[in-house]
Nanobody, 119 residues
Framework: QVQLVESGGGLVQPGGSLRLSCAAS????????MGWYRQAPGKQRELVAT???????NYAEPVKGRFTISGDNAKGTVYLQMNSLKPEDTAVYYC?????????????WGQGTQVTVSS
């Protein structure tokens, strides 16, 4: 099992910055990919960014150039630096981890942290 705990959400004005953190515990040795997803009211959960154990990153188009994902899967940590925030970035942000143990894939989610971008 892997447990994920996020922190760093809050209220910020448009154009501002926030940094989200996620710490994993448990069977972190099995994690291959960590990332961030978000879900706005009335919308489906969507990918924000991911980072692999090898350090490869992937970003959703709406956040490219504004958000930066970093971390170390081997240590079970992932961060999301969010700059130039827009009201449409308002959502609950979820930490995600994908793991494989004995050839079986597992997906884990944190409890979510609210990010609100508003003046």
């Amino acid at each position: 099992q892997v447990q994920l705990v996020e922190s760093g959400g809050g209220l910020v004005q448009p154009g501002g910055s926030l940094r989200l953190s996620c710490a994993a515990s448990g069977s972190i040795f099995s994690i291959n990919v960590m990332g961030w997803y978000r879900q706005a009211p009335g919308k489906q959960r969507e990918l924000v960014a991911t980072i692999t154990r090898g350090g490869s990153t992937n970003y959703a188009e709406p956040v490219k150039g504004r958000f930066t994902i970093s971390g170390d899967n081997a240590k079970g940590t992932v961060y999301l630096q969010m700059n130039s925030l827009k009201p449409e970035d308002t959502a609950v942000y979820y930490c995600n981890a994908e793991a494989i143990r004995f050839g079986v894939p597992y997906v884990y989610w944190g409890q979510g942290t609210q990010v609100t971008v508003s003046s």
